[in-house]
């Protein structure tokens, strides 16, 4: 089982900046993707970003060039970097550990963001 935990977010005016952490722990040797969703209220949950095993990385268009997802092996840490910061990016972000094949993940509980214009 793996546990991730996620910190990092506030409130920020628009144009801002924010760091989001997630703490993987646990059979982190399981671990296919960390993945970062976000749900705004009203809204279904949505792949914001993810990396995998090898360091690649998937970006959703309406944030890419602002988002960077990056990740730290030694920390078992994986990083969301949001730059020019939007009202519509208010949401909770969570962070999910996903096992491949099927196998389902585990997600943290999330951290919310609030973007004031």
């Known amino acids: 089982q793996v546990q991730v935990v996620e910190s990092g977010g506030g409130l920020v005016q628009a144009g801002g900046s924010l760091r989001l952490s997630c703490v993987a722990s646990?059979?982190?040797?399981?671990?296919?993707?960390i993945d970062w969703y976000r749900q705004a209220p009203g809204l279904r949950r949505e792949l914001v970003a993810n990396?995998?095993?090898?360091?690649?990385?998937y970006v959703k268009d309406s944030v890419k060039g602002r988002f960077t997802i990056s990740r730290d092996t030694a920390k078992n840490t994986v990083y969301l970097q949001m730059n020019n910061l939007k009202p519509e990016d208010t949401a909770v972000y969570y962070c999910h550990a996903d096992y491949g094949l099927g196998y389902g993940g585990s997600w943290g509980q999330g951290t919310q963001v609030t973007v004031s214009s």
């Open positions: 646990g059979s982190t040797l399981n671990i296919n993707t």
């Open positions: 990396i995998n095993t090898v360091g690649g990385t």
